[in-house]
């Protein structure tokens, strides 16, 4: 091979690519599986439901079987009108993303640029900061609310809404928020998007959407008919446990739907994943189920935490944020060489803390026998 490295490369790509960095997503578990028995590791590091999908989820698989010759339907035409039917929108309001995170990408690809930039909350999720760089667009990260706040570290929609200049084009919020598991409440998101000016377009990440059961809280689904600047994304990786198939949907005015199926690949959503998002869409009772098992054991296992004398963060979410303090990086390599694996946060600027995904109850036991280990 000649010598060249990454860096020529880099050299060679457009000037928003040169000083990208790839989304971590977390330890290597393929190669971490190697290294213990079958079924020995408590991975809990990438908010996987260990609830799993629905039932149903199997028979469609095995339905798409037989038709894997064929392409998948570029429209996602039954998936659509099964998602159109639940959230009570048109179909022409869905765009159907292989993940929600391709979807927040293309956001960025599709509206932001050199003279668009991009407002984010400090400890937003990781994708909206690489989502900017990747358009080459201006990223200004607001100030998220203070640690001694109700919702420690979370958005504060003020200094969101303050941060929003003249060549703002788009704005990322999550809510509830991947890693501090914080969310905010209906009036509060109202408020904040009536300072908002029509050009700028606002997306609400609802990836746990499903997860939440605090009074104030409210989708902004309903919202989307009224506003035509706010686009609401979902996915099927959490709550309804299919992050291995990739399917997510954003919801938002039929016009931009329009343009972004401009840029959609149009079979980004392969057959199985159309198939079995169909499926789990149709099951609620096993939907609400998964939901009931993960609001039971988070609530237990952040109980159990703090009686540990850690600080851990409010959630809504399938995952609690925890403080370690300075032996953090220590306790982590600890518990993953005892084979339960966390996601570490230093790439947040949370590196005193821990992401902990709940699991169910032989995982959170093994990991709270472990964490007494490592904290011996
Ligand atoms: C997990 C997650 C997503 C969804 O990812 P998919 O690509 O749909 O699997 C989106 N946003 C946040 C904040 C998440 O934590």
Redesign the pocket.
Known sequence: MPAVDEAFFAGLAQPAIRGLKAYDPGHDLVALRRGFAPDVLVELGS?ENPHGPSPRVREALLAVAGELHRYPDPRGGDLKRALAAKHGVAEPQLLLGN????L?MQFGQAFAGPDAGIVMSQFG?A?YAIAAMAAGAPLVQAPCLPRDHPMPRGHDLDAIAAAIGPDTRLVYV?NP??PTGTWFGAEAFAAFLARVPREVLVVV?E?YAEFVDAPEYASALPLVAAHPNLIVTR?F??AYAL?GL?A?FAVAHPGLVAVMERLRESFNLNMAALACAEAALGDEAHLHDGIRFNRERREALADALRHRGVFVFPSQTNFLLVEFGEATDAIEARLRAAGVVLRPMGGYGLGDCLRITVGDDDENARLLQALDGARA
């Open positions: 908010n993940g929600s995170h391709e927040l999720f994708v999550a928020n991947n990440d990836a996915t990786s959490k992050a990739r997510g």
